[in-house]
């Protein structure tokens, strides 16, 4: 609103300098001739300071004075009768009131397209220094960097700050963070996990040595810690010692509680390791234990009766992107390919062939080895 | 405040319309009303403009990230001082600086510019306007640097490293207020060309917009030669790079602008000249702009390559320019010339100044377009560097400078060469002996540095001969010499201190070139270096952190004859994070007018750097005589005779103060 009261002024402001001296009075003009006799006047009496001073001779002189009294007497032969201002006709009005009228046209008509009035100045000070509440993370963020780079020794500072980094995907910040939080506020198994992941992740996903060594620090905190295990899995498979990734994996399932976010995590790390996993919404502790109880026979059996179960579920709901991958890769991991490939037909024609999700399922298939059928 | 700035550039814009035509019709049709619209709107256009430029070096000052310009250029730790300059460290910034001096200068003549002809004020300001108009235009359309972005980063990208120092608060600033200086002149050619006749006061009234804009162009392309030779760690002080070309063309045409203003003036001779050259001079300041902003170069300066920017600039060049010319084609065969001479006179002397510096500029311009016109017909690259320079530019400047201390003691009209040269006997015996001294008895010293020294000095005493002659020494009693000598016009004095300048800064160039020392080798920590009588020991490298770089600085002590340390050179590799860039401070030390100059190569294993170091001989005189041709510029401005012309506020010449006879 302010901003709209003082654009309003400033168009004033300068629809008024254009206005007023179109209606303001006449000066008496002196003619031009008046400025050139002046000069003239003063070329003369310069001329007999420099013939003191020698800086021309006077023979010279004489000549030069000839030649300005000349031009003083062409400018009373050519002096231009005054222009006839009165010739104020209908085409001068016109020009000034366009002038005037210009202004503000132009001037809002091109800031309308231009500017964004709506948009407040943010100044860094003030974005910092305003109610945490109504912040973007961003800003939360770099408040807290602020008040960090002041007081670098804040550990629970640098504790807080870590994983929003990691979230943020500032990887080499997020090691700086967990690093510097280990050496203010000490080991933790969370600190070592989150600074073995945010190494890893720095490295596109590779687990290496420095990761390890982290989530290895991790487990001697916590032998139960998730996220270092699950790494560590990861990394046994990345070296292609796969069936340990495997056991290891495995173990985890079995000591995860039932409602642990890294269940799914660890089913999707089996099921591309190669092993039967089971659909998120599937197993539970309980059947997972059972199955490990059953014959080979009966855990196909029951593996089979919850991907039919999952298949059944998407028939009605076909809308389920992550279920329709879930479906392929379970077909193609039980070596069922004519079933992965009709499944992923389904799958195209559920969201139409051209498709975003189209394209993914297709990938995603032809990483499995199964190919759509023409 | 931000989107207040924006808006008041978009009225700015509006009103530099009205600007161009209103007191054009008013001129064409004699009518006092719409003539009278200039000046208000002229001044009203400057402080919208200021508004604006404020608004973004506040959004500068106080890190608004949502301003994109600000996101692009500045980062929240910089100091202040850094974050402010940033404002024109960047495109978009600095045209708006550009525009804001020409709203400036505009306002200037709408200001102080009463007395001048009706007419003639109308016309200028309205050629002011068109200027205007189109570079409101240009930032507006494709460089407008009130872009905002929502939401706003919490972070900037950082100034250029390279850009973060303090000759960004000084370079720029000055050398805009002389390119931008002589949009004043060019207007007023171009305003005598449309009305089709040259009043008599007009040199008056160009002479002191040619002197405000030399001296500050002067002071510009100085200071960017002291940066370049600071910062870029090669010791070298002028580079023949295309855009120093760029800013060296409109100086040279300033130069024999400057000199047939005062033939103009004084004699009403050269007007056509002086017209079409005032014309030249600002199509160079135009031209070097659209070189250096256009992103056709590639260096330092071209912070912005954008095809769109360089179409809009290239079509403002061939409006201005080319009207200009054709107007001048048009009309100046129905201008009247002036004043008769002799070719031997002071008017001859000028004439034949003017013949070699626009034959200079000719050649600095076909070495700095050259290779750009090959690279578009052919695609081949050349690069024209200093050995064409020297060899076309060189013999150019040699003979100008010979004839330099004849100019101020010829007489008008009709001059005696045989009278000056007797008076410059004492200045030539000088000169000679300093040649003799310098090729006998300096170590090393060449056939050219011997006749550059000579030459400094001929220039030097030259300009001393004309001051003592004009106070009559050798004719008169000391006292009344010192009286006169009281009593000579400031422009009198304002010629000598320039033409002194000059021979200072040859002076600097030549010790600099042809006495200066390099070495370069391998420095461990507690190791000496012995470089023209001067010994360093190098103590170590020292890492620090700065506000929003760290660095590794490198401390050498000056030990002097007597074992004890006399002093620190420090020299430093900086790292900025926010860019991921390097950049070198080079170590420097003046002694007396030379400096030591020291500058970082790369690190070894073992605690070793390369260092590159350089003695230089008188080098700050090349800088310094600048500032004694800026201060001569400023006392030719205050002389009274500058403000003569005007009825309105008339006075008798006070004739009998200013010269006693």
Known sequence: ?374 | MVETGHFALVLAFALSLVQMLVPLVGARTGNQRLMAVGGPVTITGFALTALSFTALASAYAGSDFSVANVWENSHSLQPMIYKITGTWGNHEGSMLLWVLILTFFGALVAVFGNNLPATLKANVLAVQGMIGAAFFLFILTTSNPFIRLNPAPVEGRDLNPVLQDLGLAIHPPLLYLGYVGFSVCFSFSVAALIEGRIDASWARWVRPWTLVAWMFLTGGIAMGSYWAYYELGWGGFWFWDPVENASFMPWLAGTALLHSAIVMEKRSALKIWTLLLAILTFSLSLLGTFLVRSGVLTSVHAFATDPARGVFILCILTLFIGGSLALFALRASSLTAGGLFHPISREGALVLNNLFLTTATATVLVGTLYPLALEALTGGKISVGAPFFDLTFGPLMLPLLAIVPFGPLLAWKRGDVIAASQRLMAAFALALAAMLVTGLFMDGASVFAALGVGLAVWLVAGALTDLAVKSGAGSVAPAVMLRRFAGLPRSVFGTALAHLGLGLTLLGIVGTLCFGTERILTMRPGETVELSGHTLRFEGLFPQKGPNFTEDRARFLLIGADGNANGEISSAKRFFQARQMATTESGIRTLGLSQLYLSLGDEGNDGSVVVRLWWKPLVTLIWGGALVMMAGAAMSLADRRLRVGAPARRRKPAAALTSPT
Request: glycine share 8%; net charge negative.
């Open chain 1, 1 to 374: 609103m302010l901003f709209w009261v003082i654009a309003a002024i400033l168009t004033l402001g300068a629809s008024l300098a254009v206005l007023l001296p179109l209606t303001g009075g006449m000066k008496g003009a002196s003619a031009p001739g008046d400025h050139d006799l002046e000069v003239y006047r003063d070329q003369l009496s310069e001329l007999d300071r420099d013939v003191a001073r020698g800086l021309i001779q006077p023979g010279e002189a004489e000549e030069a004075r000839a030649e300005i009294g000349r031009r003083i007497l062409r400018l009373g032969a050519a002096e231009r009768p005054a222009s006839a201002s009165a010739s104020s006709s209908r085409g001068i009005r016109l020009v000034a009131s366009l002038a005037v009228l210009a202004v503000p046209l132009l001037s809002w008509g091109l800031y309308g397209v231009l500017g964004s009035p709506d948009l407040p100045s943010q100044p860094l000070a003030e974005r910092l220094a305003k109610n945490p509440a109504d912040s973007s993370v961003d800003e939360l963020v770099a408040r807290a960097e602020a008040h960090l780079a002041a007081n670098p020794s804040d550990g629970k500072g640098w504790d807080v700050l870590a994983p929003i980094y990691l979230r943020l995907q500032r990887f080499p910040d997020a090691i700086t963070a967990y690093r510097n939080a280990i050496r203010l506020d000490g080991d933790s198994a969370v600190r070592q996990a989150g600074l073995g992941e945010a190494i890893a992740s720095a490295a596109g996903g590779i687990v290496s040595a420095d990761a390890q060594n982290a989530f290895e620090a991790a487990l001697k905190l916590d032998p139960a810690n998730a996220k270092a295990n699950f790494y560590l899995g990861v990394g046994l498979a990345q070296e292609g010692r796969k069936d340990e990734a495997v056991a290891a994996w495995q173990k985890m399932l079995g000591q995860l509680p039932p409602d642990s976010p890294w269940r799914s995590a660890v089913q999707q790390a089996l099921a591309e390791a190669g092993q039967p996993a089971v659909a998120a919404s599937g197993p539970d502790a309980q059947q997972m234990e059972a199955a490990q109880q059953m014959s080979p026979q009966d855990r196909q059996a029951m593996i089979e009766t919850m991907v039919a179960g999952l298949d059944d579920k998407l028939k009605q709901n076909p809308r389920d992107e992550e279920g329709w991958m879930r479906l392929i890769r379970s077909y193609a991991v039980l070596g069922k390919p004519d079933q992965a490939r009709e499944a992923l037909g389904r799958a195209v024609a559920a969201f139409g062939a051209d498709s975003e999700q189209a394209k993914k399922f297709t990938a995603f298939a032809a990483s499995l080895g199964v190919t759509a059928t023409e």
